[in-house]
């Protein structure tokens, strides 16, 4: 990417601790936000100054930006995440929003309390992936399900193989046999692939875990029934308030995919194919936590079985004292018998 002024100010923040969102709103409006806090800055941009910034992100990117193509997702070099709004469609200004990644966090060991997560429930969720438990991160805007999703990628074997899925790279983690699938919209004569497209062509990737990103469509279908044949440890991330939300956020996307099938049967799906919903929150002080973990337990009926493992309360994540339906399978992945006992 080209080098002007508003690079150089977003290096200058990158030696600034604890800065996860930059915002220009206008040239003379730039907020950053630091520990769940906004903070408005007394910077000013010229008008040229953001409308090249602009289009070096599109070029970087590999996409548009105009106002046909008024929209743009995409990341940075340091692999933050970036989305532009054209000036046609807001206050004559283009809408800047960069979600900065925080680069010292590479692990749960390199980051002890991380999303107020004590050393006994880290250990729990390192059994989840041992023992390839498929898992959904649910969470609303900004709470970190990405960086979660990071740290849970950290703890997979070095020996499986991953295939990551997303429409804008965002996932950071190091594992050497991986490869990286990024959905680009059809351009011209390029007719482009979907993540559902994606979903698809992975399955005859000989992947042991399939991650995608966040769904949001039709492709739930695709993820689902990989989950369901064999793939199993698979991840991925949906917005959603709560673990209920969650599920009807799961339903609501299938139907999308075009199947139409009972809803008994749709349910069940779901509740085979997901193991874990691991619900990400902001605690009163603004601080991203591990709010709710529930195990998928069944169906009753029409209804999916669930269950909470753990729930946030005064003291942080605790122990509900029900003990998950599948804690055999986890004892032999190496969780201790008194865990629950203990925890």
């Known amino acids: 990417m080209a080098r002007n002024r508003i690079n150089e100010f977003l290096d200058e923040l990158a030696k600034r601790n604890g800065i996860t969102e930059v915002i220009i709103n206008r ?18 941009f010229k008008e040229e100054e953001i409308e090249a910034f ?21 990341s940075l070099q340091d692999g933050s995440r970036i989305n532009l709004i054209h000036k046609d469609y807001t206050n004559a200004h283009h809408a800047i929003t960069i979600r900065k990644y925080l680069k010292n966090i590479k692990t749960f060991t390199d980051a002890p309390g991380i999303f107020g997560l004590s050393e006994e429930w880290v250990s729990f969720l390192r059994v989840l992936i041992k023992a390839r438990m498929n898992i959904v991160v649910a969470g609303g805007t900004g709470v970190g399900k990405t960086t979660f999703l990071n740290l849970l990628l950290q703890e997979v074997d070095e020996k499986e193989r991953i295939i990551t899925i997303e429409d804008t790279r965002e996932l950071q983690f190091t594992h050497m046999n991986t490869v990286r699938l990024e959905a680009r919209p059809a351009a011209g004569k390029n007719q482009g692939l979907a993540i ?37 440890g698979s991840m991925t991330s949906v917005h959603a308030n709560s673990p209920g939300e969650c599920l ?31 619900q990400i929150k902001r605690n009163k002080t603004g601080e991203r936590v591990v709010h709710q973990i529930t195990e998928l337990a069944g169906m009753e009926g029409e209804r999916i079985l669930m269950q909470d493992v753990g729930m946030v309360k005064d003291s942080g994540l605790s122990f509900t004292g029900l003990v998950p339906a599948n804690a055999a399978k986890l004892q032999k992945a190496g969780l201790a018998k008194d865990f629950f006992a203990n925890t």
């Open 248 to 278: 009807m956020r799961l339903e609501n996307l299938y139907l999308l995919s075009g199947y139409e099938m009972p809803l008994r049967a749709l349910r069940y799906q779901i509740s085979s194919a997901v193991d874990y919903i691991i």
């Open 196 to 232: 559902r497209d994606l979903v698809k062509n992975t399955l005859r990737m000989r992947p042991d875990r399939i991650i995608v990103g966040e769904v949001r469509g039709g492709e739930v279908f695709d993820l689902l029934q990989a989950m369901n044949t064999g793939h199993e």
């Open 27 to 44: 040239p003379d409006n730039v907020y950053v936000e630091k520990e769940g806090e906004l903070i408005k800055l007394e910077t000013k």
């Open 54 to 74: 602009c289009q070096d992100v599109a070029m970087f990117n590999r996409k548009v930006f105009g106002p046909e193509t008024p929209v743009l997702d995409g």
